[in-house]
């Protein structure tokens, strides 16, 4: 079968909803002086109020990522890898929140599973493949996305790590394999336990 997707380079930039947007607005707001001084002039109403954010609207995944970039640099140590944190922080909120239907409480690998459905919440472009890898592991893989670059792939690992908590998992590790240059995919190694 031959693939006819388009490559990355014939892609246009993607978007995000807006509820992963939400929190990070809110953190720069509650910093207003320190992020305002720190932004490019573009993104500037997402933090003086002239932007509102809706839940459910796309946004530019561009403007995401650079908002979130700022919030990394002036939110306090949070003891661990800030973009890793921001995907805990947003996956708990989501998966204790309005997507909390997709999560089989008590069955970590069958909620990593569901996770090519959340993307699609959260994604207008790109695909999510998870792969079983033993009992309590699995290989996840995101293709067809523009936006798959180091700090990226760590708020991701964060968002599904945080699934598999919130699904029951007492430890959760998910290890980025490959990032992903031009049309190649990102991959990510996860690896969870439970309580017997």
């Known amino acids: 079968m031959v693939d006819r997707r388009p490559t990355l380079r014939a892609m246009k930039p993607g978007n995000i909803k807006g509820i992963s947007l939400i929190d990070v607005v809110k953190g720069l707001r509650a910093n207003r002086q320190s992020a305002l001084a720190r932004l490019p002039d573009a993104l500037v109403p997402y933090v003086d109020g002239s932007r509102y954010?809706?839940?459910?609207?796309?946004?530019?995944?561009?403007?995401?990522?650079?908002?979130s970039e700022i919030i990394t640099q002036i939110m306090p140590d949070p003891g661990m890898d800030p973009w890793t944190w921001l995907g805990c922080f947003g996956g708990r909120k989501a998966f204790e929140g309005p997507y909390a239907p997709l999560v089989k409480e008590g069955d970590p690998g069958e909620s990593l599973a569901r996770y090519p459905e959340i993307w699609r919440f959260y994604h207008d472009q790109g695909e999510t493949i998870v792969e079983p890898a033993g009992d309590q592991g699995a290989r996840i893989t995101i293709s067809h996305y523009l936006t798959t670059f180091p700090s990226f792939c760590r708020l991701q690992a964060g968002h599904m790590e945080e699934l598999l908590r919130v699904a029951g998992?007492?430890?959760?590790r998910i290890t980025v394999a490959e990032v992903g240059q031009g049309d190649e995919p990102a991959r990510f190694d996860a690896?969870?336990?439970l309580s017997p």
């Open 53 to 67: 954010i809706l839940a459910s609207s796309w946004y530019p995944d561009d403007d995401f990522m650079a908002l």
């Open 169 to 172: 998992a007492t430890s959760a």
């Open 191 to 193: 690896r969870w336990t």
